[in-house]
């Protein structure tokens, strides 16, 4: 068994278009689907060139025991914080925070776990209101259970 999961590089390129581009997924057949979906069914399949590009391949972390003892509502949150769920993976970890009520269950619990810690609160915050920053360990769980491909 692998201490790491794979994100896996394709070089693509389409026939009449600039230069490749690498996309990321789990076979060449979805990023075919997924290029010519991109230009609306305009490019035929056959001028979709998609190739294994091993040297750009991501290595991701495999999720620890305290990474699979979260909750879904902790799971959730802290990958919000680390910017796993903007819809785009490869931007994961592009922020660290989490801007919520100090008394927020979920996000005590994290900071209980030593994922997240509560931080100041902003001049035009509400009363009450604070930013959860994630911790060194946060940002290695939250890398641990970031998706391998956008959903």
């Known amino acids: 068994m692998t201490d790491f999961r794979l994100r896996k590089a394709w070089m693509v390129h389409v026939d009449g278009y600039d230069a490749p581009e690498i996309e990321f997924g789990p076979n060449a057949g979805k990023i075919r689907r997924r290029v010519q979906l991109y230009f609306d069914h305009d490019v035929a399949f056959s001028a979709i060139h998609v190739r294994r590009c091993q040297s750009a391949d991501v290595q991701l972390p495999v999720p620890d025991a305290l990474a699979l003892s979260l909750s879904i509502q902790e799971r959730d949150a802290l990958l919000h914080a680390h910017g796993s769920t903007c819809g785009d993976v490869n931007k994961a970890g592009y922020r660290d925070y989490f801007f919520t009520r100090r008394d927020d269950l979920t996000l005590c619990a994290l900071e209980t776990k030593g994922l ?36």
């Open 116 to 151: 997240m810690r509560a931080a100041g609160q902003s001049a035009l915050a509400e009363a009450g209101d604070v930013y959860f920053i994630t911790t060194d360990d946060g940002k290695r769980v939250a890398d641990s259970l970031t998706p391998e491909y956008n959903p």
